[in-house]
């Protein structure tokens, strides 16, 4: 089956910040060539690493990230560097470009440039702050974006009794500020090919990811901007202009699982009647909690909160929460990452997929397609480039540069 | 030239709700496709019914000319604020306490730039009603249960009878296919199952943190958004429409691939390590307390430091202490190794910073920093939104013009914004139904009235 987006080839100039939108571009069918500096691409060197070696042919992270993708090495700085990445410029539908604001301008490739070589290309910029404004020279991380995005100030554990916070604000760890730009900068730019097909002209897309996480929080900024009303952390649960009842719950066996506020009619009582199946609904039978007007306010929430966790503690996480939800109620256990894969829903929908690595004799579990189309299919493969990979393919076979010529590129340090 | 909308001429008939289903239509009207949100006012949308509201009467809020930013947001007197501002618990939703549907903030933000009509699904004529939409119609979305179309006799092969080349996405939460189709799927539970409420946090034995807000339901409307589009881009190139499976989780499984590898290579499993930087060597890199503003002193400055040279430059803002020189400290490993000592000492020199203030001096001398932002800070202080005008005023029929979040995209050539075609906050209830009915699909005031009198619309 064909890929959604066969017929388009994409470059890459990125590190971690554009990187997932490529991968993205590439399960989604396109024909992604990543471009680094010889040597390899900064982000070989983030771990963890295969067999915990640290060497730029093992980072698992640059495995996940750049699944899919074709490889060259390039320095699109030298004069010659320069002259091929034009070249490859104007063949392509895509330039994704994350790296340092100038870096092509200063190479002569501004977007009138850019433009000039190939009319039809869409030319995707991400960067920590966008490239104009009063923050833009601002050094970011994953984490300075997520602490000024909003994600840490809704993330973390309940303040102590007397309203103050003990814990500080924390930001889930493992690259989300590029997760959201990523998938945002993904929609910009396959929207943008739709539109080229009707005005057959390329697009300029500027993504700053500070404004892309910005706009990546839930109810804080409607709270603040119809009612000025703060909304405070808490552990589990949703940021809240007060502190709510308890979601998160451990279970028997020292894991954690969580179960929703079912907001259907009945909800309420199909909780209670499980509740009861396993002898732990608690005094949720007497008469007086029949009443729904008993049932309101935060002693009743929070009564029926430890109801819960005193049932949830007398199981394994993955004990109950099947029977739960066939029943509608929404309960999940906390998993870890890795055990996703035995889980017979993803298996049936072939969510992970084994990726080889020939040169390694081995094959590993990868997560795969995030839907299930029915005309088209997820790409499953190549794993990630090694250095330089296609060189030889794009720089000879495609560009026409005779092995010699190449060779001599080598000894230069170009590529 | 005439700016153009990459959409322009896509038409979606929009049958989801909340935010993980009203989310990704959102994003495909930003780029300029016509989404109809189909709705009944015998199950409404939540988010409806959900805090914070605006006032009730009609009224109309200034912005500041460069995209409004500054206090002249604030509302006019909220009575019902204080009671209503309490926290999401859905199981005490009493939908008749609320005077009016549209006024509902979260609901004016998920739903902006979108056309809305009422539509009675259940009744025969609705249906009849709905697959003359489809007809005219390139993409259907839904997030009901999963059997919910087939029993109304609007599954796939239905549709496509009607349109050849429609693009039909269902999204029950865990995914059509396989055995959980019946589960319920929210935000959380989703983080939950994919393994990122787990990644997130303290070191065990702390429990997970979690996420604050629902991470999955913003993933879900991205990811469909993402696969609408892609199914649009085949479309156009060949002709062909399809079917779509989607799941909330997936995509969410997705966000942990590095986690699963580690595991399928290494046999290690994720291991929470609060602020600290898992993979990237780094220290000091964690949230320092600075000095508090108001009652909650609540004030956090991130700090990320990966090399040498940003290191000296902490040093030296920090006016060069003694303990800085000490051996232990001497390099990147050694910072590592000792980094409870570090954070103790970095965090005592934090505390008494203002921290804005800090922000600007550290950034300055070239140290990754940033303030923890509350959404005030972000509304009101950050001076880079503003300058990249995150918030965009857009006037709502009922409730007057309110900022709406603006997507993060800026195109050169197209128009995009999140005002839509409908360059328009959400819409209220029914409240396109003429041009929809009408226009689109030429009933005469007198079909649409009999609809109205029979409760189909």
């Known amino acids: ?415 | 030239m005439k700016k153009r909308r990459p959409l322009e001429g896509v038409r979606i008939a929009d049958l989801t709700w909340l935010l993980a289903g009203a989310g990704g239509p959102r994003l495909l009207a930003s780029l300029g496709a016509e989404v109809i949100r189909i709705e009944w006012r015998d199950r409404l949308d939540f988010l409806r019914y959900m805090p914070p509201f605006a006032s009730k009467r009609k009224h109309v809020q200034h912005l500041s000319s460069s995209g409004g930013h500054d206090s002249s947001f604030r509302s006019e007197q909220m009575e019902e604020r204080a009671e209503k501002a309490g926290a999401m618990d859905l199981t005490g939703l009493d939908t008749g306490k609320v005077q009016s549907v549209n006024r509902g903030g979260y609901f004016n933000d998920i739903n902006a730039g979108k056309y809305g009509i009422s539509l009675n699904m259940k009744a025969p004529q609705g249906r009849e009603l709905f697959k003359k939409l489809v007809a005219v119609s390139d993409v259907v979305v839904e997030a009901f249960t999963a059997e919910t179309m087939q029993k109304w006799g609007l599954g796939y092969d239905t549709l496509k009878a009607i349109k050849p080349d429609i693009i039909y996405m269902q999204q029950p939460g865990w995914g059509y296919k396989g055995p959980y189709v019946k589960y319920a799927s929210y935000g959380p539970i989703a983080q939950a199952v994919s393994g990122l409420t787990e990644q997130s946090g303290l070191p065990a034995p702390q429990p997970p943190a979690g996420w604050g807000f629902s991470y999955m339901d913003w993933s879900g409307a991205y990811y469909c958004a993402m696969t609408i589009l892609m199914a649009l881009y085949y479309k156009k190139r060949t002709g062909k429409g399809q079917y779509l499976d989607c799941s909330q989780v997936e995509p969410g499984i997705g966000m942990t691939g590095t986690a699963v590898l580690d595991h399928a290579v290494n046999g290690r499993s994720y291991r929470r390590t609060g602020n600290r930087s898992p993979y990237t060597p780094a220290a000091p890199h964690g949230a320092y307390p600075c000095a508090g503003q108001g009652a909650e002193k609540d004030r956090w400055i991130a700090l990320a430091v990966t090399s040498e040279e940003e290191w000296q430059a902490l040093v030296r803002v920090m006016g060069t202490p003694d303990w800085a020189a000490q051996e232990r400290f001497a390099s990147l490993a050694e910072r590592i190794k000792h980094q409870d000592e570090l954070d103790r000492l970095v965090s005592a020199w934090t505390q008494a910073q203002e921290p804005f203030g800090l922000q600007e001096r550290l950034q300055a001398a070239g140290v990754p920093a940033g303030v923890c932002q509350t959404a005030q800070d972000r509304i009101e202080r950050d001076p880079q939104l503003k300058h990249l005008n995150w918030l965009l005023p857009l006037e709502h029929t009922e409730i007057g013009t309110w900022p709406i979040k603006d997507i993060p995209f800026h195109f050169a050539n197209g128009q995009v914004s999140q005002a839509g075609p409908t360059e328009r906050a959400a819409p209220c209830y029914a409240e396109d139904n003429e041009y929809v009915y009408k226009e689109l699909l030429g009933l005469s005031q007198a079909e649409m009235d009999a609809c109205k009198a029979e409760g189909v619309i």
């Open chain 1, 1 to 415: 089956m064909d890929g959604f987006l066969f017929d388009v080839k994409v470059l890459e100039l990125a590190d971690e910040k554009g990187e997932f939108c490529g991968k993205l571009l590439a399960g989604a069918g396109a024909d992604v060539l990543k471009i680094e500096p010889p040597g390899g691409q900064a982000t070989r060197e983030i771990g963890p690493f295969y067999h915990d070696q640290a060497h730029p042919e093992r980072s698992l992270y640059f495995w996940h990230y750049n699944f899919g993708k074709r490889g060259i090495t390039l320095d699109i700085a030298s004069p010659p560097g320069t002259g091929l990445l034009k070249q490859l410029i104007a063949e392509a539908d895509i330039l994704i470009d994350a790296q340092p604001l100038g870096t092509l301008e200063k190479l002569g490739l501004s977007w009138k440039a850019l433009q000039a070589l190939n009319p039809r290309l869409i030319y995707v910029a991400l960067s920590p702050f966008g490239s104009s404004g009063p923050w833009r020279n601002y050094k970011a991380t994953d984490l300075v974006h997520l602490a000024l995005g909003g994600q840490m100030m809704c993330c973390g554990y309940s303040p102590t009794e007397d309203g103050s916070y003990d814990t500080p604000p924390i930001a889930p760890q493992m690259w989300h500020a590029y997760h959201i730009a990523g998938n945002q900068a993904f929609i910009a730019t396959v929207g943008a090919l739709i539109g080229r097909e009707m005005t057959e002209v390329g697009e300029m897309i500027e993504l700053p990811i500070h404004q892309a996480v910005s706009v990546c929080t839930e109810i804080d900024v409607p709270h603040w901007i119809y009612g000025k009303t703060p909304c405070y952390r808490q552990t589990g649960r949703h940021a809240q202009p007060a502190i709510g009842p308890e979601v998160q719950f451990p279970t028997k066996d020292g894991r954690y699982s969580i179960v929703l506020p079912n907001p259907f009619p009945g909800g309420y009582e199909t909780l209670v009647g499980f509740l009861e199946s396993k002898g732990k609904a608690g005094d949720l039978n007497e008469e007086h909690y029949k009443e729904p007007k008993n049932r309101r306010g935060p002693a009743f929430t929070e009564h029926f909160a430890d109801i819960q966790a005193a049932c949830v503690a007398d199981f394994d996480m993955e004990d109950i929460w099947h029977e739960a939800q066939e029943l509608g109620i929404p309960w999940s256990p906390i998993r870890l990452p890795e055990e996703n894969p035995d889980d017979i829903q993803w298996q049936t929908r072939a969510t992970f997929s084994q990726v080889e690595h020939p040169e390694l004799g081995e094959s590993y579990t990868y997560t795969g397609a995030p839907m299930l189309p029915n005309a088209c299919a997820w790409r499953q493969g190549p794993r990630a480039p090694l250095i330089g990979e296609h060189n030889r393919t794009v720089f000879c076979e495609q560009l026409g540069l005779s092995a010699e010529e190449l060779a001599d590129l080598q000894d230069k340090g170009i590529v």
